[in-house]
């Protein structure tokens, strides 16, 4: 029966700079620096295990318009690693890695086909016979306004066909430059397997039309296990499994102090919970550590020294784990005993705040506003900063900590 096997991934960003908390210690981050190629290093040796046919990168293999030597050297050994295997590579850049741009060129090896800057059909043949069609279309340029996956052109002759597309839904915002396309247009190319590219969140459109998401996490947005998509596409089958290999992984948690009276039980709960993030294939977790609820504690969280000692301790902790696991940064948003117990014995103000506070969390735009105000106001415009929309929540939080921390220790005394 005929079958073939492929991996696809996008969005490498081989190159990318990798920014990290300034407290962690060297290994890790050179651990971190190195995350990217590793994670490709894993994808190649997968290949070879796997025995796909090839690999399709969606665009995006690197990061710069001028492309690290470093990096493309790295990626053409990687990819020449396939060749003894009979692997093939199709590539289309993107919108970072576009074809028109100055870079010092580096050749590829004869496994690997790159699609030009318009629409074109490429073969792949399997024990002599046409397999499968792949239809791409490279970046000339750091923008792509027109829709490309319209001028795809199914030609018969192949028991699969494959679009390979670095693009973005026109519903999402800011699509306009990234070949945008409507989800009708791709259905209606009748391929096997849509494999896209841009978007760093692995999703699916439908359940043949995918985004692998990026290879390795760059940042703390960037959360959960990162890779690529192994297919199998079958006649009237398709499997798709995702198959982790970056090395290091961004995860948020939030730890509730409610119930614990000591730095022990909180540190036993923290840990277990940590420990509850299984990791496939990560060498380490990155976390941000987010404390809420109400209790003892929270005083003692209050001081910035006790967290960061705290943090110091469970990260040696972490260290000897595997895998281990560093926490980059602890969020207080923990409410004093004091201040729950005064709210609770009728404090109008400090329960007026916590309402208040509320209240604009669930509409910012009324935030927006006052802020817009206070930025024209005579004396108060040297504090304020224009940049708050991302910060809405931040500012709310100190607010009503600071609030809290004045008032209620200035009733309880
Ligand atoms: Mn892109």
Known sequence: M??????????????????????????????????????????????????????????????????????????????????????????????????????????????????STVPEMKVFYKNNKPAAHLYGCSYREREMPTNIAKAYNKQHGAPFHIGILHGQEKTVADADNYAPFSLKDLVEKEMDYWALGHIHTRQNLSPHICYPGNIQARHRKEQGEKGYLLVDLKKDELDISFQAVSNVVFENLEISINGKETFDHLTNTLIKQIKQVSLEYAEGLWLEIELTGSGRLSEHLESEINVEEWKEAINEIGA??????????????????????????????????????????????????????????????????????????????????????KWGRGVSN
Not at 27 to 33: H, I, R, S
Not at 55 to 66: H, K, P, S, T, V
Not at 322 to 344: C, G, L, S
Not at 362 to 390: V, Y
């Open 2 to 115: 005929e079958s073939i096997r492929f991996i696809h991934a996008a969005d490498l960003h081989l190159g990318s700079p990798l920014s990290v908390a300034a407290g962690a210690p060297s290994l890790l981050k050179k651990q971190f620096e190195n995350s990217i190629y590793a994670a490709v290093h894993k994808m190649i040796n997968n290949a070879i295990q796997f025995k796909v046919d090839f690999i399709i990168l969606a665009g995006d293999l690197f990061d710069q318009e001028n492309r690290s030597i470093k990096s493309q050297l790295f990626l053409k050994q990687q990819l020449e690693l396939l060749k003894p295997h009979g692997i093939s590579v199709y590539i289309v850049h993107g919108n970072h890695d576009p074809l028109a741009e100055n870079y010092a060129p580096v050749e590829w090896p004869d496994n690997v086909e790159v699609f």
């Open 320 to 405: 000897l784990e595997d895998p281990f696991f560093y926490i980059y940064r602890i969020k207080n948003k923990t409410i004093p005993a004091e201040v729950t117990d005064q709210i609770k014995d009728g404090e109008h103000f400090l329960g007026d705040t916590h309402q208040a506070a509320n209240f604009y969390r669930s509409n910012p735009d009324m935030l927006q506003r006052e802020w817009e105000e206070l930025l024209h106001h005579p004396s108060a415009k040297k504090f304020m900063s224009e940049n708050t929309a991302s910060n809405m929540e931040v500012i709310i939080e100190e607010a009503e900590r600071t609030i809290w921390n």
